[in-house]
């Protein structure tokens, strides 16, 4: 009896170390994934949506990596369909009908020599990549796909993974249309097709097997991680498996054990029963609330002030900041859909654009992406645009155009590089000067006239309101002369733009009129004379 009672003791004691080993485990994968593996002191992302592979190892060895940019978000590089229709609209990159690596953007033998040019330069590719689902019930079959392979949506096959009827959730979901009918209920979110799009049996190992060697191929050929599309509509438990089965990043240019960096589109803006937070032990979640309240406030609406950001970041309801992907906006809610709606700035708003990117850019709290996106034909139809579904700049023939690079730096041919604009490319490098230092110095006028240091590296100043600013403040910076790198920059022993004056006290007056081109001031510890 007493043996038994020690063994059984014993039982106990291993069950428990054992559950100890996994939580561990399974803890320390969710922070891997957390990891951007940022080289080189830099710190945002930016999507060059729907760029050429070949456009994007030339941005990275002449502006990204120069500027301190520590990585690129590219659309997804997976076969997709082909749709007929005029300018080839953007969302069939969302719609695979495989996992060979042939897109619109370019082949297999394009997108390494991209991701090798880049990690040469220490700027490194996440992937967004879509394996929620395969095309749309209705895409027909053939060849119309960018490898040219055949598929046939009506009877679910998909020779060149291969998937078939059986790997998919048709006989899972439980409404009448196979579609998600309400939001409300987490097993239709989950389990049926989202507009349409074939929703893959996940729970299914062949299913996991063949998604995770898609992306074990990504992280041979150097990337660092993944933008996972879609996540609300997959179990955390399926995603979990499926980030289990992942190969550590690849040592020629990452620390040998590194984890891909992994980061989840899940809309959450409250008042639906799936939630962020459900994927937060699994990597990075993308903010959809900081865009969303950023545009409200920079517009002004609803009694919104920019005072009122003092506490920004967890303060507001946002996620942990060790969870949270940031961003101003992105290839959806800059179109009116995905989260957020009319109150999202983008470039068609540039003044408040630079200002709420800018803001961004200098606040301690998440992960940053800044969005690069190209022009469209709007057509606003009671609040809706009628053309966001145009596709990239394109030739006659389908294909995407290269994007010129004019003497000014600016892009041409359509394409709008918000990266590129003077005011952004220069906040890009202060996040990096400032990195580690913490949110300091703040000031307000109790209206839309704010400013903060980030310790004594750096201090920006915010003129929001309809009248001048003209104010002397507490900097936390060495005493001396700075160059503003937001109406210009330093180069070499003079400034191009408005110098700050910083007193032997960290005191410095700063003077912004609300009619200004860019109502904003920022300084940092390398832009000093």
């Given at each position: 009896?007493?043996?038994c009672?020690?063994?059984?003791?014993?039982?106990?004691?291993?069950?428990?170390?054992?559950?100890?080993?996994?939580?561990?485990?399974?803890?320390?994968?969710?922070?891997?994934q957390?990891?951007?593996?940022?080289?080189?002191?830099r710190?945002?992302i930016?999507h060059?949506?729907?760029?050429?592979?070949?456009?994007?190892?030339?941005?990275c060895?002449?502006?990204?990596g120069p500027?301190?940019?520590?990585g690129?978000?590219?659309?997804?590089?997976?076969?997709?369909?082909?749709?007929?229709?005029?300018?080839?609209?953007?969302?069939?990159?969302?719609?695979?009908i495989?996992?060979k690596?042939?897109?619109?953007?370019?082949?297999?033998?394009e997108?390494?020599?991209?991701?090798?040019?880049?990690?040469?330069v220490?700027?490194?590719?996440?992937?967004?990549?879509?394996?929620?689902?395969?095309?749309?019930?209705?895409?027909?079959?053939?060849?119309?796909?960018?490898?040219?392979?055949?598929?046939?949506?009506?009877?679910?096959?998909?020779?060149?993974?291969?998937?078939?009827?059986?790997?998919?959730?048709?006989?899972?979901?439980?409404?009448?249309?196979g579609?998600?009918?309400?939001?409300?209920?987490?097993?239709?979110?989950?389990?049926?097709r989202?507009?349409?799009?074939?929703?893959?049996?996940?729970?299914?190992?062949?299913?996991?097997?063949?998604?995770?060697?898609?992306?074990?191929?990504?992280?041979?050929?150097?990337?660092?991680?993944?933008?996972?599309?879609?996540?609300?509509?997959?179990?955390?438990?399926?995603?979990?498996?499926?980030?289990?089965l992942?190969?550590?990043?690849?040592?020629?240019?990452?620390?040998?054990?590194?984890?891909?960096?992994?980061f989840?589109?899940?809309?959450?803006?409250?008042?639906?029963?799936?939630?962020?937070?459900?994927?937060?032990?699994?990597?990075?979640v993308?903010?959809?609330?900081?865009?969303?309240?950023?545009?409200?406030?920079?517009?002004?609406?609803?009694?919104?002030?920019?005072?009122?950001?003092?506490?920004?970041?967890?303060?507001?309801?946002?996620?942990?900041?060790g969870?949270?992907?940031v961003f101003?906006?992105?290839?959806?809610?800059?179109?009116?859909?995905?989260?957020g709606?009319?109150?999202?700035?983008?470039?068609?708003?540039?003044?408040?654009?630079?200002?709420?990117?800018?803001?961004?850019?200098?606040?301690?709290?998440?992960?940053?992406?800044?969005?690069?996106?190209?022009?469209?034909?709007r057509?606003?139809?009671n609040?809706?645009?009628?053309?966001?579904w145009?596709?990239?700049?394109s030739?006659?023939?389908?294909?995407t155009?290269?994007?010129?690079?004019?003497?000014?730096?600016?892009?041409?041919?359509?394409?709008?590089?918000?990266?590129?604009?003077?005011q952004?490319?220069?906040?890009?490098?202060?996040r990096n000067?400032?990195?580690?230092?913490?949110?300091?110095?703040?000031?307000?006028?109790?209206s839309?006239?704010?400013?903060?240091?980030r310790?004594?590296?750096?201090?920006?100043?915010?003129n929001?309101?309809?009248w001048?600013l003209?104010?002397?403040?507490k900097?936390?910076?060495?005493?001396?002369?700075?160059?503003?790198?937001?109406?210009?920059?330093?180069n070499?022993?003079?400034?191009?733009?408005?110098q700050?004056?910083?007193?032997?006290d960290?005191?410095?007056?700063?003077?912004?009129?609300?009619?200004?081109?860019?109502?904003?001031?920022a300084i940092?510890?390398?832009?000093?004379l």
């Amino acid at each position: 009896m007493g043996k038994c009672l020690c063994f059984f003791r014993a039982g106990i004691h291993n069950l428990k170390s054992m559950k100890l080993f996994i939580l561990v485990a399974l803890f320390g994968l969710g922070l891997a994934q957390h990891n951007s593996h940022f080289r080189h002191g830099r710190t945002a992302i930016v999507h060059l949506f729907e760029w050429r592979w070949a456009d994007i190892a030339a941005e990275c060895e002449r502006f990204l990596g120069p500027n301190g940019f520590g990585g690129v978000q590219i659309s997804p590089p997976s076969e997709h369909i082909v749709l007929d229709h005029p300018w080839r609209p953007w969302y069939q990159r969302y719609q695979p009908i495989g996992f060979k690596l042939c897109s619109r953007s370019g082949n297999e033998n394009e997108l390494r020599d991209m991701i090798t040019r880049c990690n040469n330069v220490g700027v490194n590719i996440y992937v967004d990549v879509v394996i929620n689902h395969m095309c749309g019930s209705g895409g027909g079959e053939g060849t119309h796909s960018s490898c040219g392979s055949w598929f046939s949506a009506s009877k679910r096959d998909f020779p060149s993974v291969p998937f078939s009827k059986v790997d998919f959730n048709d006989n899972k979901c439980r409404t009448g249309s196979g579609e998600i009918e309400n939001y409300g209920d987490v097993n239709q979110v989950r389990d049926c097709r989202l507009v349409g799009l074939l929703d893959l049996a996940l729970e299914k190992d062949y299913v996991r097997g063949k998604v995770a060697d898609y992306l074990n191929k990504l992280v041979d050929l150097g990337v660092a991680g993944f933008r996972v599309d879609a996540c609300k509509h997959m179990w955390p438990g399926d995603l979990s498996a499926i980030y289990g089965l992942l190969k550590n990043l690849n040592t020629t240019w990452f620390p040998g054990g590194s984890k891909p960096f992994i980061f989840q589109e899940v809309i959450d803006l409250g008042g639906e029963p799936i939630t962020s937070r459900e994927y937060f032990h699994l990597g990075r979640v993308t903010e959809f609330k900081y865009g969303a309240k950023l545009g409200t406030v920079f517009r002004k609406w609803n009694g919104e002030k920019l005072s009122y950001t003092r506490n920004w970041g967890e303060g507001w309801g946002f996620m942990p900041n060790g969870d949270a992907l940031v961003f101003v906006d992105n290839h959806d809610n800059q179109r009116g859909h995905g989260a957020g709606g009319a109150a999202i700035v983008t470039f068609w708003d540039s003044r408040l654009h630079k200002m709420a990117v800018s803001y961004m850019l200098a606040h301690p709290y998440g992960v940053t992406r800044v969005m690069s996106s190209f022009r469209w034909n709007r057509h606003i139809v009671n609040g809706k645009d009628e053309n966001d579904w145009i596709g990239p700049p394109s030739h006659a023939d389908g294909s995407t155009k290269s994007v010129p690079i004019n003497a000014d730096q600016t892009c041409g041919d359509g394409w709008v590089c918000e990266h590129r604009w003077r005011q952004i490319k220069n906040m890009v490098i202060f996040r990096n000067v400032v990195n580690g230092q913490p949110h300091s110095n703040w000031w307000d006028n109790q209206s839309n006239q704010v400013a903060f240091g980030r310790g004594n590296r750096g201090f920006i100043v915010f003129n929001n309101d309809d009248w001048d600013l003209d104010v002397t403040l507490k900097t936390g910076m060495p005493g001396g002369t700075y160059c503003d790198i937001i109406s210009g920059q330093k180069n070499e022993s003079r400034c191009t733009g408005k110098q700050i004056n910083v007193g032997g006290d960290g005191q410095a007056h700063f003077k912004i009129s609300n009619r200004d081109e860019d109502p904003f001031v920022a300084i940092h510890a390398d832009s000093k004379l």
